[in-house]
């Protein structure tokens, strides 16, 4: 277990809609990290925060956003769904937001777009 | 752009050592990463390389050449439990953040 708790586990749900996933950093942790792996991709880093602030961006669409909170969990919203956008989202955090910090992994959101 | 190149599959025998190669094109490197991930759950940390040389945690080592563009990541006495992807990840420090760029993993078969 490594401290970072994500939800929901699964999600399903139709093209158009928009789901919003959750995170929750390791205790004392101030960065956030969200990731999305797919079969075809592997893993893709989509955007850090750290204490509150957005730190870097990655392949992130527009329509997806995400926030991190003054209690330091995040959420990625994701809206105007696609088939494609079927995949595994995972969470990172770590103690700092340099990059020089191993990061811990979240179990993943294994959402299904039909 | 970052460029990250690692085996798409290796096999090796039980109690034996695998050597893992990753080679990376990239600027502004800030470090390079070995994560494990079985099949449906999270990456966990393996080594971290920012500096050149070689790394010892255990069974497992990883080594950086930054003036190559290459690390690789060893393992020792494997077991059956290794069998994983092995994914090598370069950080690269942007504008006070860091992007972490993954490669498309090594599938590592550990067999009796």
């Known amino acids: 277990d490594s401290g970072v708790t994500q939800t929901p586990k699964h999600l399903i749900t139709a093209t158009g809609q928009r789901v919003t996933l959750r995170c929750s950093p390791r205790?004392?942790?101030?960065?956030v990290y969200w990731y999305q792996q797919s079969l075809d991709q592997g893993l893709q880093f989509l955007i850090q925060y750290y204490n509150g602030e957005e730190r870097a961006k990655g392949n992130i669409l527009e329509r997806f956003s995400a926030q991190q909170f003054p209690d330091l969990h995040s959420e990625l919203n994701l809206s105007s769904l696609e088939l494609g956008d079927s995949a595994l989202y995972f969470c990172?955090?770590?103690?700092?937001?340099?990059?020089?910090?191993?990061?811990?992994f979240g179990p993943g959101t294994r959402l299904t777009v039909t | 752009g970052q460029n990250i190149d690692q085996p798409t599959e290796m096999t090796a025998t039980e109690g034996a050592i695998v050597q893992i190669n990753c080679t990376y094109q990239?600027?502004?490197?800030?470090?390079l990463f070995w994560y494990q991930q079985h099949a449906g759950e999270a990456p966990t940390f393996l080594s971290y390389?920012?500096?050149?040389g070689l790394e010892e945690k255990g069974r497992f080592s990883s080594f950086l050449s930054r003036s190559k563009g290459y690390s690789y990541l060893l393992l020792k006495e494997l077991q059956m439990k290794d069998s994983a992807s092995y994914l090598c990840a370069v950080t690269i420090l942007t504008g006070g953040g860091n992007k972490l760029t993954f490669g498309t993993g090594t599938q590592l078969k550990v067999e009796l």
């Open positions: 390389n920012v500096l050149d």
């Open positions: 205790s004392g942790d101030l960065s």
């Open positions: 990239t600027s502004g490197f800030n470090g």
């Open positions: 990172a955090s770590s103690v700092e937001g340099t990059g020089a910090y191993e990061q811990y």
